[in-house]
């Protein structure tokens, strides 16, 4: 058995980007690497009944993040960020400093400028702050479609305000002639709504939404949310609904993204050429908006087309063994001052920093290294990478 080969340390992120790019290809050459998860609070003005902040244990002092302690802490890194979402865990709209936070990264031209919120605080001011900053995608929490079930689990939400606030989105955006945010609808799978998820499509094609993503309900311990989850022993009705539902939400020219069947039939024809037609669509709709500015696109179809160019010689140079990318690009940053790369991580590999760290020195500092040493080296992974959801689907060989 060989050695491990320690990685190289960097002073500079575009040092660590030609290593990790050109010398062992792990990276896409374009300098718009990073993906940046960012929370404007710790807060949210919201109860849900499956969601951790309605335990009081998870309700401490708000912090909320300025402009300027943003600046001073991601000024290195936006100019290398592909992907900036505005939310991780909490609710971007209570922090009441959205807008001014906005504007202030609007001078970078993030191609894909993210939120993710419950819509409940959406008000005018804000809206404009949406649609002149560049937002691309806002992703809006609606788990059903009605007025009753939905506020019996969005604790302190009011089911017409929310509906009324999206409207109110897509009146000004065409007011304005912009075609962005575009909308998106996140869903949480339960028991509870199963049986409405075909007039939430109508809900969302309604509402202008472009697509519509379902994830099932991850029970929290302490919520007592078990009941509500949707398992193996509801295959039946589940199987039974999801496949009519993806063709509904074609027809209606929404893009569904949900769990898989539990029992899927094996594959068909049509079965193999949806998920084909569903990504040309998705292509189509990318070129046809431009979402960003148009030297950022042909910069990102230049890149596009050299790393394809490349693939085979580039693959040549990664470990054999699948391995993960998130230590390679991902920041997750909370207003507390903590850091890390994935969601899934546990506190020892989080990175407490203080006001006035910049978070270049987080990215290029020894947690980090030490996992990417991992990544590189094919293990001992620590515990969450063993049981991750993701694991088994980032393998490098495969993506480059
Ligand atoms: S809106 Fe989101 S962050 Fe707020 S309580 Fe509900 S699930 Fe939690
Ligand atoms: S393998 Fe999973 S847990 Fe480990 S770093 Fe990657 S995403 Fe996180």
């Not at 900053?133 to 689990?153: C, H, I, P, W």
């Not at 669509?281 to 910069?299: D, E, F, G, K």
Request: charged fraction near 20%; aromatic fraction near 8%.
């Amino acid at each position: 058995m060989t050695a491990p080969v320690p990685i190289p340390r960097f002073d500079t992120i575009s040092d660590y980007h030609r290593y990790w790019s050109v010398c062992v290809p792990v990276l896409s050459i374009n300098p718009r690497f990073l993906h940046i998860a960012l929370d404007l609070c710790n807060t949210c003005n919201l109860r849900c009944s499956f969601c951790y902040l309605s335990l009081p244990a998870f309700r401490g002092k708000a912090i909320f993040l300025t402009a300027e302690s943003i600046h001073r802490h991601l000024q290195h890194l936006l100019p290398f960020t592909r992907r900036l979402c505005l939310s991780c865990g909490y609710e971007p709209l209570a922090s009441p400093h959205f807008t001014e936070i906005l504007s202030s990264l609007a001078p970078y031209h993030i191609p894909q400028l993210d939120l993710v919120t419950n819509a409940t605080l959406l008000s005018e001011d804000k809206i404009e702050a949406i649609i002149k900053n560049g937002v691309q995608t806002l992703r809006f929490s609606l788990d059903a479609a009605d007025k009753t079930t939905y506020e019996s689990m969005r604790h302190g939400a009011c089911f017409e305000t929310v509906i009324a606030n999206i409207k109110r989105l897509a009146v000004r955006k065409k007011e304005l002639g912009s075609r962005t945010p575009s909308l998106a609808m996140i869903v949480v799978l339960m028991q509870s709504t199963l049986h409405q998820l075909k007039d939430l499509v109508d809900l969302a094609k309604e509402l202008g939404v472009a697509s519509i993503t379902m994830q099932h309900l991850i029970p929290f311990p302490g919520l007592h949310m078990e009941a509500q989850v949707i398992t193996e022993k509801d295959a039946a009705p589940y199987d039974a609904l999801i496949g009519p539902l993806h063709e509904y939400a074609q027809k209606n020219r929404i893009f569904l993204s949900a769990p898989n069947p539990f029992h899927p039939n094996p594959p068909r024809l049509d079965g193999w050429l949806l998920p084909l037609r569903s990504r040309a669509s998705r292509l189509c709709q990318a070129i046809v908006n431009a979402q960003m500015n148009p030297s950022q696109n042909m910069q990102d179809i230049t890149y596009g087309i050299i790393n394809h160019g490349l693939r085979l010689v580039r693959r040549a140079y990664c470990p054999a063994h699948p391995f993960c990318r998130n230590p390679f690009n991902y920041i997750i940053m909370t207003p507390e001052g903590r850091a890390k790369a994935c969601p899934y991580l546990d506190d020892a590999w989080l990175k407490v920093f203080d006001s006035g760290m910049p978070l270049t020195s987080v990215f290029l500092g020894d947690e980090y290294q030490a996992l990417r040493q991992i990544m590189m080296d094919g293990g001992p992974h620590p515990a969450p990478c063993l049981k991750c959801p993701d694991c088994q689907l980032l393998n490098t060989k495969k993506r480059i």
